[in-house]
């Protein structure tokens, strides 16, 4: 065998592709295994039947296959590595598609689901909601309020929201709702009173409260009615009887540190509660801490809001250690609060037992680079399906972005972001461009506005997100870009005009720009250089 022959021979042994039969057998079987086995995925998204994981792991290895095969007859002359990554790179996604998609046998049943509950809801639910907010009168009351009076009717959730309550309404709606509670299960008197005296609206509250007392609730909606204390109280007997409640509702409500006492005291159990909203009301410190022990004993809670409640540190901390207690959250909002940095601490301790975390709002608490930094690093460790992440206002400077750039780079399944009012300028944008650039499909929408950013940081974060597909909206307003910087990110996005946000409050001498700012911008050739500096950082992605 002379020796062009055997190099030939050497050359052909060493290639990487295309695989052997054996070998795509084995990547068939291993997504079969990953498409069975429950994980954090499947909990949120459902878990493939053996027979449909192994119908999609067939179609996937096909279509990878084919991918990188069509590379490989581009380059035939190369080992075939690079046709190998993109072999592994398109398995993973379509992987991930499916996993995402969850089984097709629940969609269906989801669809027929879904159906079956519409046409059930036009006969369950009763709602005079509609139309202009106004008051009601006796005499209207009677004719609205008819169908409940039906023998035999199927209503078991019923909405008196919009429409104000006096005393001649309530009475005559008193005896109608004592023969229907006991087939009542959602209750929606949200805005019931506006316009009324505080003697009048508690008095209604009370005919209310005593006409529902021993009903079985698992949705309840008091908001917009401006409670109180008095308020919470008038409706005593209503919550003093609900044991099973899922959902509870008090929004702007006027709930201050006794109210929040109160609705603490009469609620017997929170055992089911899986939502629970407080958000814009007067609650304080103290209000928070009995807020704490209501939330600590709710072990089922996906959805908390206690947003612009005027919580600062002692509160927040209360707060924080008592939502340790809720592994099962989905959604937190504690936007509009001044927690600070201890408490922000403290939160951070909670937040790693919410592996099922998918929503979070932490905007404006106060929390600095210290406080970020803790949230980013416990954040970074759990909640592996994180789909939104709101931190804005907080006083968080680049220090701080470099935390939280490793975070996000973990979360591949981010859809929004929101940095906005913070300190990052150039460097602290620079490490959240490099963080999204790469994977983040389904991010939609990022806002790093009012953050001191120049061009630099501006031109990489436009060039991390317009190649995204499905991407909805950048907001880089209100910072330092320049004029031909404006230009320039513009022209980034000639062809996707509607995804850049408006950059007309951009002033590009950056006059607000503090005095150590200014000397180290001065000592600064160009933006250039910083973008320069910063290239080659890279952001660890796990996988």
Known sequence: MDSATQTLQHRISVKLWPPGQSTRL????????????????SRK?????????????????????AAANTHYE??????????????????SRLMLEVLKRGPRIQEDEEVAATADKGAATLANVFDISGG???????????????????????????????????????????????????QLTEVDLSDFVAGRSESEALEVMNIFSSALEGCNLRYLNLSNNALGEK????????????????????????????????????IPSTEKLKVLHFHNN?????????????????????????????????????????????????????????????????????????AD??????????????????????????????????????DITAKGASYLAACIAAKQFLTKLNLSENELKDEGAILIAKAIEGGHGQLNEVDLSINAIRLAGARLLAQAVVDKPGFKSLNINGNYISDEGIDEVKDIFKGLPDVLGNLDENDPDGEDLDEDAKEEDEDTDSEDELESKLKGLEIKHEE
Do not use: W
């Not at 084995?26 to 995925?41: A, D, G, H, Y």
């Not at 209503?238 to 709930?255: A, C, F, R, S, V």
């Open 357 to 394: 975390l998918t929503e979070a709002y932490l905007s404006y608490l106060n929390l600095e680079d210290e406080g970020a930094e803790a949230l980013a690093n416990a954040l970074k460790e759990c909640a592996p399906s994180l789909e939104v992440l709101d931190m804005a206002g907080n």
């Open 26 to 41: 084995m990547l068939v079987e291993r997504m079969t295994k990953n498409f069975i086995t429950p994980s954090f995925i």
């Open 132 to 182: 202009r907010r106004a008051f009601i009168s006796g005499e209207e009351a009677e004719e609205v309020l008819k169908p409940l009076k039906v023998p035999g009717n199927l209503y078991t959730r019923i909405c008196f929201s919009n429409r104000s309550f006096g005393l001649e309404a309530a009475h005559v709606t008193e005896p109608i709702l004592l023969s229907i509670k006991d």
């Open 74 to 91: 581009k380059q035939p002359d190369g080992d075939g590595s690079s046709a190998v990554q993109i072999y592994a790179k398109e398995s």
């Open 231 to 266: 308020g919470v109280r008038a409706f005593g007997k209503l919550l003093k009887t609900q044991n099973n409640l899922e959902e509870l509702y008090l929004i702007n409500d006027g709930i201050s540190e006794e109210a929040a006492r109160a609705v603490c005291e009469l």
């Open 282 to 354: 007067m609650t304080g410190d103290e209000g928070a801490v009995a807020i704490a022990e209501m939330v600590k004993r709710s072990t089922a809670l996906e959805d908390f809001r206690c947003s612009s409640t005027r919580v600062g540190l002692e509160g927040g901390v209360a707060l924080a250690k008592a939502l340790g207690s809720c592994n099962h959250l989905r959604k937190l909002d504690l936007r509009d609060n001044m927690f600070g940095v201890e408490a922000g601490i403290a939160l951070s301790r909670s937040l790693l037992a919410f």
């Open 45 to 65: 998204y459902g878990l493939l039947s053996k027979e449909e994981a192994e119908e999609d792991a067939k179609k996937i290895e096909e279509v990878a296959f």
